[in-house]
């Protein structure tokens, strides 16, 4: 069992940056894949960015590529999603989420904590 926590959303102008932190309780971080979705109102969730155990391998989606890093510090039992150039397009509920093996598919992850708002300005 893994319990997930975010934090660090917020309102932020076009430009700015922000980032994102998710906390997992339980042993086994370590051996899950960590990914993070959004879901902005009146549309469906959507994969944004994914990271491998080890931290050494990542996969983004095209619209935030180049402007969005995912981390993980499995000594904190913690994953970061730090967001640069921010658009307000990225406006959103961002979600962490868990999963056994590497996928971009939300159906495919087993534990998601509560989500974290933001909010971008114009």
């Known amino acids: 069992q893994v319990q997930l926590v975010e934090s660090g959303g917020g309102l932020v102008q076009a430009g700015g940056s922000l980032r994102l932190s998710c906390a997992a309780s339980?042993?086994?971080?370590?051996?899950?894949?960590m990914g993070w979705f959004r879901q902005a109102p009146g549309k469906e969730r959507e994969f944004v960015t994914t990271?491998?155990?080890?931290?050494?391998?990542?996969y983004y989606a095209d619209s935030v590529k180049g402007r969005f890093t995912i981390s993980r510090d499995n000594a904190k039992n913690t994953v970061y999603l730090q967001m640069n150039s921010l658009k307000p397009d990225d406006t959103a509920v961002y979600y962490c989420?868990?999963?056994?093996?590497?996928?971009?598919?939300?159906?495919?992850?087993?534990?998601w904590g509560q989500g974290t708002q933001v909010t971008v300005s114009s």
């Open positions: 990271v491998s155990w080890s931290g050494a391998i990542t």
């Open positions: 989420a868990a999963a056994v093996r590497p996928t971009m598919k939300g159906e495919e992850y087993d534990y």
């Open positions: 339980g042993r086994t971080f370590s051996r899950y894949y």
